[in-house]
């Protein structure tokens, strides 16, 4: 009996010391600190399970920052925009991050129409959370209606691009939208959706410089390496690997924004091996902390 229990105390040892190692990941990056970035994810990464599902594989990876999706998979199995949550849904979420010692730092991507009273649904839900960002694609004639709302509750719209032909697949398009206006208004930068339109992600985040607020960070390789679609027939078909290991040129991307002096959250979005994404992602965060620490020599 002496000897089992000898045993099961040596297993439970193992276990909880890889518990705590993943658990490092990205708490053992004071470089991070110092650059000012947050490596956070967005629960889309988990669509397959419930958002405390989501919370439990993003604690066990060691982020410590989430962004809130535009739609949510609750734990009864129902799926409801963000900004529909009970008050009694959202602190059931706020309590499980809070044991799990991840923040909520933003919310999206979600609409925001040209209608102000449904807009500013969307930044009165976003003050009750207590969020600084909101990650949306507004309607063109949204944009008045979006910088009045943007001062008013001083929360920033980072606008997301999808590839094209989407309307703000180009970063032209973002900075067109953004320009003149108050600098609470920018750029979630998708650099995996640029990459999708044959656009160069460092590139990219050179004609933002200042107006980038986060990002949905990744790195892809083509689904068929033989293809060559031209860009003008479309978004190539590519798909996630770990950081460092694609054609988005993750490291360029991370000195170039060093050199722009970003503050802000990187978001893990990894929409690949959708049922076992956990040790790719794994591997992204080690790459980030390593990266990180380099350029901050």
Known sequence: MKTKLITLLAVFSVLAAGALDTAKLQTNCPACDELGWQLAITPYSFRLYPISEAIDKTAGL?????????????????????TDLTDDQLQSIRKKCDAAGIQIINIGIVALPPNEAQSRKVFEFAKKLGVDTIVAEPEPAA???VEKLCKEYNIKVAIHD????????????????????????GACADVGHWARSGLDPVEC??????????LHFKDLVPDNPN???????GA???HDVPWGTGQCNVRGMMAELKRQN????????????????VPEIAECVKYF???????AK
């Not at 293809?227 to 027939?233: H, L, Q, R």
């Not at 979005?269 to 076992?276: G, K, Q």
């Open 62 to 82: 060691g982020i410590k920052y989430i962004g809130l999706s535009g739609n949510i998979y609750l734990d009864n199995k129902t799926t409801v925009k963000v």
């Open 143 to 145: 944009l008045d209606t």
């Open 162 to 185: 999808h590839p094209r032909p989407s309307h703000y697949w180009n970063p032209d398009t973002v900075l067109a939208a953004v320009k003149g206006r108050t600098p609470l208004m």
């Open 205 to 214: 985040l050179k004609k933002l410089d200042g107006r980038v607020i986060c």
């Open 227 to 233: 293809a060559t679609p031209s860009p003008a027939d």
């Open 236 to 238: 190539k078909k590519m």
């Open 262 to 277: 970003f503050h802000g959250a990187f978001y893990v979005e990894y929409e690949y091996h959708w049922s076992n994404s």
């Open 289 to 295: 902390n390593a990266t990180a620490t380099d350029l």
